[in-house]
């Protein structure tokens, strides 16, 4: 049972990325799942989640400029971002939810291992 994020990179301010989560050992949408980020010296922080039903929510400093989606065929979870900032700059993780907080860290049992995000000129 394993998530593995990828896809992040160096981007110039207003750039794109997109990054991708490949779930295995189990089924991505019978959970909420969500992206958090964390920047050097900051607690992880919540981006966005998608629930069972695919309703989803953001942060709204990302509102607008992220998007979050699952495709489940694949059992992947994507999270495309748009009109990037410096201050989106973060190392970047999918998890899996096993409680209703869905905002907090500590609702989520299990993490991938992070991508980073660098945005800057």
């Known amino acids: 049972v394993q998530l593995q994020a990828s896809g992040g990179g160096l981007v110039q301010p207003g750039g794109s990325l997109r990054l991708s989560c490949a779930a295995s050992g189990f089924t991505l949408n019978a959970y909420t799942n969500a992206w958090f980020r964390q920047a050097p010296g900051k607690e992880r922080e919540w981006v966005s989640f998608?629930?069972?039903?695919?309703?989803?929510y953001y942060e709204p400093s990302v509102q607008g400029r992220f998007t979050i989606s699952r495709d489940n065929p694949k059992n992947m979870l994507y999270l495309q971002m748009d009109n990037l900032k410096p201050e989106d700059t973060a190392v970047y993780y999918c998890a899996r939810s096993y409680s209703g907080k869905y905002i907090s860290a500590q609702s989520y049992d299990l993490w991938g291992q992070g991508t980073q995000v660098t945005v800057s000129s």
């Open positions: 998608i629930q069972t039903t695919g309703n989803t």
